[in-house]
């Protein structure tokens, strides 16, 4: 696969939890909600909402750099265009261009400040 645009309609599902990730997603424009399936509950109309992304903000790494299944589920709430990147393209960004690799990790803390903060909140 290479790298390509793709546009999602709103509410369309771009990949689900426990997916297995083959590629991740800078948003160009448009929003993504990023959902959880709530605990004890199987069902994908079930979930919370733990991100709102919009536009230059990059989802679906995590699957790309540990080969795990999608740890939550990501939807189109608008009419959203973004870049596709193959993981193959991911990992050989990573180790060449270490300055495009510091923004996915950037990306990845925030993500994790903003859910320890909802966990402390909440527990």
């Known amino acids: 696969m290479t790298i390509a645009e793709t546009v999602f309609e709103k509410e369309e599902v771009i990949f689900s939890e426990g997916d297995l990730g083959a590629d991740c ?3 160009i424009e448009g929003a993504v909600e990023i959902r959880l399936r709530s605990p004890g509950f199987m069902k994908a109309d079930r979930s919370n909402v733990v991100a ?3 536009a230059g903000e990059v989802f679906g790494e995590m699957s790309v750099i ?3 299944p999608r740890s939550a589920t990501a939807v189109a709430i608008a009419r959203t265009r973004c870049v596709r990147y193959p993981a193959e393209h991911v990992v050989d960004l990573i180790r060449t261009h270490p300055e495009e690799a510091f923004e996915i ?3 990845l803390v925030t993500r994790l400040r903003s859910a320890n903060r909802k966990l402390s909140r909440t527990g």
């Open 66 to 68: 540990d080969h795990g």
């Open 25 to 27: 997603f800078r948003i």
């Open 105 to 107: 990790i950037k990306s």
């Open 52 to 54: 709102t992304l919009g």
